[in-house]
């Protein structure tokens, strides 16, 4: 019997001993769940346009550095259609777990809230910043047959022909056809406004219709080309990518300012280490040589930042664009 005594262990003692796993399977019958690592399998980047659009060329450079840092699949998937309602919506309905994104404006999902007809979207609640990915540029663009090589030129035009000019949209409550509303009533002359679901560039460059308020990556590489006339930037600084091209305050417009950029949403919810991890991943991107190149052919900045930055930089463009809409069409969110 004295043999048995070493076997006399006081289970303080022995727990101290185990380790915390073992004791986690003692104790519950099995070993402690630990959370898989993000992202343990593909992530899912929705883009509201098509391939080939700015939008889409921006997220799928960013993608692909994204992909190299996280060392699994980040993959761009285009749900194209009603200005882009149709990948927010999506978004929305997504879990929350970091696995669907959202890569767009800040108008698309102003858009969407106001324009959908089932439950609206709320910019502020349903979705969460990541990352702002660029600041982008827009510029006043015609056709060059329509010769006109100024504002001021095109603003004589339409006052001098009612009703004879026109201008091109990417959907009806976007930022093209508030831009392109606001000029016009800035100018003073009547014009028809032209939503397109498709691309409008072969009937601008036709001067089927006469101008668009537009982001330098869908007409810049126009402009440099002598396919389209830039006739003013709605920056208060001159473009790099367009340096000949004026400021709207230059051209006598200074109350027709606008910039705005392209952002990473996830889903309302979404655990912040999880956005914590997103937003490096992002930050990452931004810092390489490709993406920068492809934003100053593209004439974007960079903007990255924190998710707070972000968040603030939507609160502040919703001000912006429910001003914009609310003077254009009367109504804001």
Not at 105 to 127: C, F, G, H, I, M
Not at 128 to 151: E, F, K, M, Q, Y
Not at 169 to 181: F, K, R, Y
């Amino acid at each position: 019997m004295k043999s048995l005594r070493c076997f006399r262990v006081p289970v303080r003692r022995l727990c101290v001993c185990l380790s915390p796993l073992l004791l986690g399977f003692l104790l519950v019958g099995q070993p402690l769940a630990q959370p898989l690592p993000f992202p343990s399998r593909p992530v899912k980047i929705l883009v509201g346009y098509p391939a080939g659009s700015s939008i889409d060329v921006v997220t799928r450079a960013v993608a692909e550095q994204m992909a190299l840092a996280f060392g699994s699949p980040v993959i761009v998937e285009n749900r194209v259609g009603a200005g882009g309602i149709i990948a927010t919506q999506e978004l929305v309905r997504a879990a929350a777990d970091g696995y669907t994104l959202f890569a767009g404006a800040v108008d698309s999902l102003v858009y969407a809230y106001v324009e959908a007809d089932r439950k609206p979207l709320d910019p502020l609640t349903d979705v969460v910043p990541i990352s702002r990915l660029t600041r982008d540029h827009w510029v006043l663009a015609v056709s060059p047959t329509l010769g006109v090589n100024s504002v001021k030129e095109l603003i004589a035009l339409g006052k001098s022909s009612p009703g004879k000019l026109s201008y091109a949209s990417i959907g009806t409550g976007t930022a093209p056809h508030l831009l392109g509303e606001k000029f016009r009533q800035l100018a003073g002359f009547e014009a028809t406004h032209v939503p397109y679901k498709d691309s409008f560039v072969s009937d601008l460059m036709a001067g089927r219709v006469s101008y668009i308020v537009h982001v330098t990556p869908a007409v810049g590489p126009l402009i440099k080309a002598g396919k389209l006339k830039g006739l003013a930037v709605l920056s208060r600084e001159r473009v790099a990518m367009l340096p000949n091209v004026p400021t709207t305050a230059e051209a006598g417009l200074p109350d027709l300012v606008f910039n705005a950029g392209i952002l990473m949403f996830a889903p309302g919810g979404t655990p912040p280490g999880i956005i914590g991890r997103l937003n490096a991943a992002i930050n990452k991107a931004e810092g390489t040589a490709s993406v920068r190149q492809l934003f100053t052919d593209f004439g974007v900045e960079i903007a990255a930042g924190t998710p707070a930055e972000a968040a603030k930089f939507v609160a502040e463009q919703i001000g912006i664009q429910d001003a914009i809409r609310t003077a254009v069409l009367g109504k804001a969110r």
